[in-house]
């Protein structure tokens, strides 16, 4: 049914595809599984220039990753964001003993693999014909079958109902780079685009999907403090869910600020709030909470979040 279009796009992808991107240049599904995890929230770009190659370094197997301490695998991450793929990456390395599952129902069993992802590293590592729904290719399908309603279910039955079977390593990475290069979020590139004849959306892309509903960011107010003790400092380790595993000075909601020196104030913008906080250097060196105390160098060592890499600024 859709011959014509799998055509044009297989075309496209032989001339425009981003063929030398490492992760399709190997047959290793571990690099590749690592690829996939990087890219869920993260740009090519940002992936390859800073965080693929020395990752694949420091672990350069599934075996090394499962054997590694999870201190280890979240400094290697550090910069990249959204921490808990970092930490279910490193989770799921050691629940399959260092060997990834061969399909992507067995993939789906791992912490931090959902759907498309099991389908992508499956049928980038192992040939499986099935589709991927990533960000990129909801967008193409949105527009290309005219889909008003966010909904992912209908999104499932488009990523099937277009999937080329007979080339699906080509067809997926076509979709992924069409995405990223030519059906653009903002300005769309339809007149150059291979889906142009086929695609219902082209006239008014923005239209698809439907604009989500604003929602406000909420605003943490914190406050931080710094306790010193001879060279040494007090940090904690993160138990929440977001930033799990992460070194962070105290953090409070509530300070009586007579009670340190004020040092600055730091914003930091996350996906899901946005963290205000006065940082003060506490007169004591009390402590109620658990923590453990650290040199400047071995402060270094640490995985920090972005908001405790500016309080260290502050201090340094
Ligand atoms: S024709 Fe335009 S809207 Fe449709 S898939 Fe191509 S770039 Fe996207």
């Not at 981003?18 to 690592?34: G, I, S």
């Not at 290309?144 to 080509?170: C, V």
């Not at 695609?199 to 406050?223: D, H, L, M, S, W």
């Not at 940082?279 to 400047?296: A, I, Q, R």
Request: charged content about 25%.
């Amino acid at each position: 049914m859709h011959n014509k279009i799998h055509h044009s796009l297989l075309q496209w992808y032989k001339i425009n595809g981003r063929h030398e991107l490492p992760w399709r240049l190997t047959n290793d599904p571990y690099k590749v599984y690592v690829s996939e995890i990087m890219l869920q929230q993260t740009q090519v770009k940002t992936v390859l220039e800073r965080f693929y190659f020395p990752f694949l370094e420091a672990f350069p197997t599934m075996e090394d990753l499962a054997r590694a301490s999870l201190d280890d695998v979240l400094k290697k991450w550090e910069g990249l964001g959204y921490y808990t793929r970092a930490k279910n990456l490193y989770l799921a390395a050691r629940k399959c003993q260092g060997i990834l599952p061969k399909n992507a129902s067995e993939l789906l069993e791992l912490p931090g693999i959902g759907r498309s992802t099991a389908h992508a590293i499956s049928a980038f590592a192992y040939k499986e014909s099935l589709p991927i729904l990533d960000a990129n290719v909801k967008r193409i399908l949105y527009r290309y079958f005219a889909i008003e309603k966010r909904d992912e279910k209908l999104l499932w039955k488009a990523t099937y109902e277009l999937f080329d079977s007979s080339h699906p390593f080509e067809y997926n990475q076509a979709m992924m780079d069409l995405g990223s290069l030519i059906c653009l979020s903002k300005k769309p590139l339809c007149d150059v685009c291979p889906f142009e004849q086929g695609c219902a959306g082209k006239f008014t892309p923005q239209q698809y999907p439907e604009a989500k509903v604003k929602k406000i960011k909420p605003i943490r107010n914190r406050i931080i403090v710094v306790y010193k003790y001879n060279d040494k400092f007090a940090l904690s380790q993160s138990k929440e869910r977001f930033l799990h595993g992460l070194w962070g000075f105290m953090k409070y909601e509530l300070f009586e600020k007579n009670e340190g020196v004020y040092l600055g104030h730091i914003t930091q913008h996350y996906s899901h709030f946005t963290l205000q906080a006065d940082v003060y250097m506490s007169k004591g060196d009390y402590v109620h909470e658990e923590c453990e105390w650290f040199t400047l160098s071995e402060i270094a060592k640490l995985s920090l979040s972005r908001a405790d890499h500016k309080v260290l600024k502050l201090i340094t």
